[in-house]
């Protein structure tokens, strides 16, 4: 017999809400105290399917940065139903990193979980393991609420303590391209420790432009007048909630911060010269009463 305790989750409906309490119920014969989270398949609801096809058209464009930082937002929000449209329209030729629109992909289906059945929906386990799961039928009790599972876009399961190391590429995770997404979402009672360490370059040779995850406290050459740009260190690392989320320092140590609700991503601060960037900070992530939506991608 599976013996089920309650714990608080948090639910993305398909009209784009979203529910927080206390649940209790199983999935694929785990019980809510192993889930990590569930991503359905489910098929897209009409508000969805004008999400997807809008979100999709801005990221070819990729005219805009603010407005493809959202559309991806959006787009991995949603979630398994992304997948199947999204390779429709990748092309041979043009697909290739470090594009936004060629890494959506492993942000919602990681490529230890891909399989031939897109039906099917994602649950990752605290364990590790990543299983393949049909819609649940029936309903589930969220607080007082009772909700369709067929009205559920995706869960997570509130997390005492998460622990991730992560790496922040300079090229693939530049200010001027996208944000590591951790996974990790905060809420208002959440907290985030990081320590980051590597060394990086902006202009390959030139020794002036390479730094560590605190970035460069001088103009890196005598053509530049400040070591800041956006308000930052060059080559600092740094962090955001959310697409829309105020840029803020990590550095190589961030302790015990409660920096406001959303997902937390991070990236190397750089102007729109990215293109000659080397190297890699490796991060160790630590947040507190938060939920673990993915791996870092």
């Keep these: 017999m599976l013996l089920l305790a309650a714990a ?42 004008t999400q997807i096809k809008d979100g999709l058209a801005i990221l070819q464009a990729d005219k805009d940065r603010a407005g493809r930082d959202a559309a991806v937002e959006q787009l991995v929000a949603i979630g398994v139903p992304v997948l199947t449209p999204l390779l429709d329209i990748y092309k041979d030729t043009d697909q290739h990193e470090p594009r936004p629109l060629y890494r959506l992909f492993e942000r919602i289906m990681p490529s230890g979980a891909d399989g031939f059945d897109r039906s099917l929906g994602l649950l990752r386990l605290q364990n590790g393991q990543m299983l393949r799961l049909a819609t649940p039928t029936g309903s589930l009790k969220v607080g007082p609420r009772e909700i369709p599972w067929a009205n559920v876009r995706a869960l997570a399961v509130k997390q005492k303590r998460i622990v991730k190391r992560v790496v922040a590429h300079s090229l693939r995770h530049s200010t001027q391209i996208e944000y590591l997404d951790s996974g990790i979402e905060l809420r208002a009672d959440s907290r985030l420790s990081a320590t980051a360490s590597g060394f990086t370059r902006l202009s390959w040779k030139d020794d002036g432009w390479a730094t560590d ?22 080559g600092a690392l740094v962090g955001r909630m959310d697409a829309k ?9 961030y302790v015990d911060k409660a920096p406001g609700a959303g997902r937390l991503g991070l990236a190397i601060n750089d102007n729109k010269h990215w293109q000659n960037n080397l190297g890699t900070y490796a991060v160790q992530l630590t947040a507190t009463a938060a939920y673990d939506w993915g791996e870092a991608q």
Excluded: M, Q
């Excluded at 639910?11 to 192993?34: C, K, M, Q, W, Y």
């Excluded at 840029?247 to 190589?252: E, N, P, S």
């Design 213 to 234: 995850p605190n970035g460069l406290t001088k103009p890196g050459s005598p053509a530049y007048k400040t070591n800041l740009v956006d308000g930052h260190p060059f």
């Design 245 to 253: 989320g105020a840029t803020f320092a990590v550095g190589k140590s």
């Design 8 to 49: 608080t989750i948090l639910i993305r409906l398909t009209d784009g809400t979203t529910v927080e309490g206390p649940a209790t119920f199983s999935l694929g014969g785990n019980g809510v105290a192993r889930i990590l989270s569930f991503h359905s398949a489910a098929p897209a609801s009409a508000t969805e399917a």
